[in-house]
């Protein structure tokens, strides 16, 4: 009980804080202090607003998105996949499709016209610059085949169109006319295309010497990748240039619509002409990014706006709080900017997450300082703010620091982009903390109490309404939590359950950053692979690499000088070319009877059968084919499956699967790899290769599939890995604060409830990990160990005072309780605005983050203060940064009613404690 004596006042009011010691005048320097604070605070944000805005847009603006690009190069795999991409000169490649896309059809040849008119053969002038050649009317006319018909409205729009793209793509402002004579040929990497191929071209060369294929064995051979079941149907194959990827967006709409006037179809309708392969990947994904930031961003806002201010129904606070947290959205994306790396898919989630966290540091700053105003009923606004701020900092700075922790342990995952992640949103979230620390109190200053009585300061006006939203909920909750509390350990087992069942699914949990899943299964993209899966042939390509040793260069001569090596076929191949041949065969048609490989396409396709007789026909085509094998610049070279180096011939065979609705090709590569290795193994043994020039004779897989698959087994295996990391770093944080080492083991028990429980049930529905959703296991621990810090921290005070463990959990839970709710409603619902975005990563990572919170918040309020109540409790009760003058007189006013009434339901030996206070 108070004293009579005022200043001696032992639970009304802290010493040095009470109305008898803070006089008018120093209330009036405390909040002329803290408005001028929010006043330099207000103008820091208007400035940070300016880059937060510009290079917003430019991060926006760079977005991209390329997986393979995201493993680190010291990777095995990555290494073998960079040889691989270097060797052959590869880039991404599209592939082009539409009804009555033919073999020998006029409208392919005219498209692939068309589209050759935007390759890299441009010219250089002689004084060294590049200029840009416009297409007239009568170049496209040229291109086209004979006797195609087209007007001069239809070639004009077509020059048009080739030109705009040019233009667009071009990184070069000058532009020239036509070369003259006097300028020679020159291979513009500014230009956005490579090369365009046709089902068409390749089907002549095969037809052609020296392969000299009939025409319906080369059909056969290509069928199931370029040319469909039919036997006619077929595409386009264009590889872009780095200008031409970089540019995707742009680009292959212009593409589109080119393709669709050349042929024949509607320009303006996207579904007359089919795009797949990897730039409409990226370019698709690149697309539903943007645009889940622009859509969906304002809405999230106003929606925690709204909510925040339902809450705390105060619009300085409100004001501030969203304020900050919208300029520290835009910050964080500015960050991403100025480091270099460009967005993309995984970094497009980090400004609503940095965005609920502040939300979520202002709520439970601010309901400090609506306790110490009730809690003392005769401080002044600013009083009660420096109340809060002193009562509030460690907490805060406790609690957001195990957030950073989990975030901070994302830079152990070793994909590049959630590295990033890691680190930006452990800046951003520390930001909005410094921020909110010294704008806050001004506005608590603002914000003020309503006053009925000049004389008599009133609870702040968030109560009324917390009165009036919450009051049924909240007053059935607690008739719960006092019957749970009286008998604890039920609830502390039944969670242990519910958390062991759900945790057998973590060993089946999978990951995915495949592409068409990032999207619902009737959008446009996932139509138009149906389609040409459908039509034409499977779109997930593979590759498997063969690699030849060649003698060394230079050899020794019987003086000891260096001397080229004779230029003989023994010398110059330690396997014979034609031995190649037949290896590269076998593992070719053991890959194609793997039944998930739908074709297989090599140089092997591309050599008619070569004769075994010893007369002058078979020894002919053996020279043939030996030199087509060892030129690099015949037909069969120029086709780009087998590269030649000093040091070995690298042979090239390309596989093809189809789209699969499971998330992992990791078994079907296993098997696919341990075939071709089989088949190579066999067919060195036959060929009886020398076993020293065999063990240099080696089968690697690579190519997108294999790359992807990598990176999604790299993703989840760090997850775990940069989790566990978190988790140690948290408990020993934890064991620091409760000066405890099995205290701090205890507090994280509740931590791990919302991550087990939630990944171990996406475990069990066979729901994959994407790259929208694989950094929230970090992220939901360090937001889990908010709410608990701060209910150990009011714990801890009413446990300082001496009372009992019920009655210390319920106090800290009556206390703690509703800005937990807010902030879990607030945070939760404005990232449930995503939950409408039809790109299913962002969709995904909404739906992610209301279930990681809300289990948060179920193990916050239900397993912690069960834990407090138990004679576990006794190890989390020496906190850093508890209260003990704030403990008693919370509970003075509504609180402590309701625990004498309920005094039944408290167990017995804990009465008297209840009745003497």
Not at 322 to 344: D, H, K, Q, W
């Amino acid at each position: 009980m108070a004293s009579d004596n005022p200043t001696e006042s032992s639970q009304d009011a802290p010493s040095g804080l009470g109305s008898a010691r803070f006089d008018d005048a120093e209330s009036r320097r405390i909040a002329q202090r803290y408005r001028r604070r929010l006043t330099i605070g207000v103008v820091l944000l208007v400035i940070l607003a300016v880059p937060a805005v510009i290079h917003t847009k430019s991060a926006m603006d760079g977005l991209v998105n390329r997986p393979p690009n995201w493993l680190p190069d010291d990777l095995p795999e990555k290494v073998v996949f960079n040889r691989f991409m270097t060797r052959f000169d590869l880039a991404d490649l599209l592939m082009v499709s539409w009804e009555g896309a033919d073999l020998q059809s006029p409208q392919l040849d005219a498209a692939a016209a068309m589209v050759d008119l935007l390759s890299v053969e441009g010219v250089a002038t002689a004084d060294g610059t590049v200029p840009i050649r416009l297409v007239t009317n009568d170049d496209v006319a040229v291109a086209l085949p004979d006797g195609y018909p087209v007007d001069e409205a239809k070639l004009t729009a077509i020059a048009e169109r080739i030109n705009e793209i040019l233009v667009e793509t071009r990184t070069v402002s000058e532009l020239s006319p036509p070369p003259t004579d006097e300028t020679g040929p020159y291979h513009d990497p500014n230009y956005p295309i490579i090369w365009v191929r046709s089902g068409e071209d390749t089907v002549r060369r095969m037809m052609a010497s020296p392969a000299n294929f009939p025409r319906g064995a080369a059909q056969r051979r290509l069928e199931g990748s370029i040319v469909g079941p039919d036997g006619e149907q077929t595409c386009l194959l264009i590889a872009l240039t780095d200008i031409g990827a970089t540019h995707r967006r742009s680009l292959l709409p212009q593409l589109r619509s080119l393709v669709a006037e050349t042929v024949g179809k509607d320009p303006d309708d996207p579904t007359e002409i089919v795009m797949v392969g990897g730039p409409i990947d990226g370019a698709t994904v690149d697309d539903a990014s943007v645009r889940s930031v622009e859509f969906f961003a304002p809405p999230s806002a106003i929606v925690a706006a709204l909510m925040c201010f339902l809450c705390l129904r105060s619009l300085p606070l409100t004001a501030t709080i969203v304020s900050i947290a919208v300029v520290c959205e835009g910050l964080v994306l500015a960050i991403v900017y100025y480091t270099g790396t460009p967005m993309n898919a995984v970094l497009i989630v980090l400004p609503p997450l940095v965005f609920v966290l502040t939300i979520s540091s202002g709520i439970h700053l601010s309901n400090y300082y609506f306790d110490a105003a009730e809690e003392f009923a005769d401080l002044t606004p600013a009083l009660a703010a420096k109340r809060a701020l002193r009562a509030g900092m460690v907490p805060c700075l406790l609690a957001v620091g195990t957030t950073v922790v989990g975030l901070g342990s994302l830079t152990l995952v070793r994909l590049h982009p959630i590295r990033v992640f890691g680190f930006v949103a452990s800046i951003g979230v520390s930001m909005s903390l410094l921020l909110l620390l010294w704008c806050l109190p001004g506005a608590m200053v603002m914000a003020g109490f309503r006053n009925d009585d000049p004389k008599r300061p009133k609870r702040p006006p968030r109560f009324v309404a917390a009165k009036w939203l919450t009051h049924w909920l909240a007053e059935k909750y607690k008739d719960f939590v006092r019957a749970r509390l009286a008998r604890p350990w039920p609830m502390i087992f039944g969670f242990a359950l519910i958390t062991l069942g759900a945790g057998q699914g973590l060993t089946q949990l999978e990951s995915s950053v495949s592409v068409p899943r990032m999207f619902l299964p009737d959008s446009f993209i996932r139509t138009q692979y149906d389609w040409f899966e459908e039509n034409i042939g499977a779109t997930v390509s593979g590759d498997l690499l063969v690699t030849f040793p060649k003698p060394p260069a230079v050899v020794a001569s019987g003086d000891g000088e260096q001397v080229d090596a004779p230029e003989s076929p023994e010398a110059v191949d330690l396997v014979d070319p034609l031995d190649q041949l037949r290896i590269v065969q076998a593992v070719h048609k053991a890959a194609i009877d793997e039944p998930r490989i739908s074709s297989v396409l090599s140089a092997a396709s591309f050599i008619p059968p070569v004769s075994r007789s010893r007369g002058l026909a078979g020894s002919a085509s053996r020279t043939v084919a030996r030199s087509l094998i060892r030129d690099p610049d015949s037909s069969l070279g120029s086709l780009g499956f087998i590269s030649h180096s000093d040091d070995d011939y690298l042979w090239r065979l390309s596989f093809r699967l189809p789209q699969k609705v499971e998330a992992d090709y990791g078994s079907d590569l296993s098997r696919i790899d341990a075939t071709a290795n089989a088949a190579l193994a066999d067919a060195l043994a036959s060929l009886e290769v020398d076993p020293a020039v065999a063990a240099k004779i080696d089968v690697d897989l690579t190519g997108q599939v294999a790359i992807i698959q990598k990176a999604q087994e790299v993703m989840l295996r760090d997850l775990f890995r940069s989790f566990l990391a978190a988790f140690g770093v948290v408990a020993v944080v934890m064991v620091l604060l409760l000066k405890s080492v099995q205290g701090g083991l205890i507090a994280m028990i509740p931590n791990l409830f919302p991550t087990v429980t939630i990944f171990g049930l996406m475990g069990l529905i066979r729901s994959p990990l994407d790259i929208g959703s694989v950094m929230t296991a970090s992220v939901a621990l360090g937001i889990a160990v908010d709410d608990t810090v701060h209910l150990l921290s009011r714990f801890g005070s009413r446990r300082a005072r001496g009372l009992s463990l019920p009655r210390s959990a319920l106090g800290a839970l009556d206390q703690c309780g509703i800005a937990m709710l807010e902030t879990t409603m607030i945070c939760g619902l404005s990232l449930m605005v995503y939950w409408f975005s039809d790109f299913v990563p962002t969709s995904h990572f909404a739906v992610l983050m209301f279930s990681l919170l809300s289990a948060a918040l179920f193990g916050d309020v239900f397993l912690l203060p069960a834990m407090m109540a138990s004679p576990l409790g006794n190890y989390l009760s020496r906190t850093v940064g508890s209260d003990p003058e704030a403990s008693l007189t919370h509970e003075s006013a509504e609180s402590t009613d309701n625990l004498i009434h309920s005094v039944h339901e408290v167990p017995w030996q804990d009465r008297e404690t209840i009745t003497k206070s």
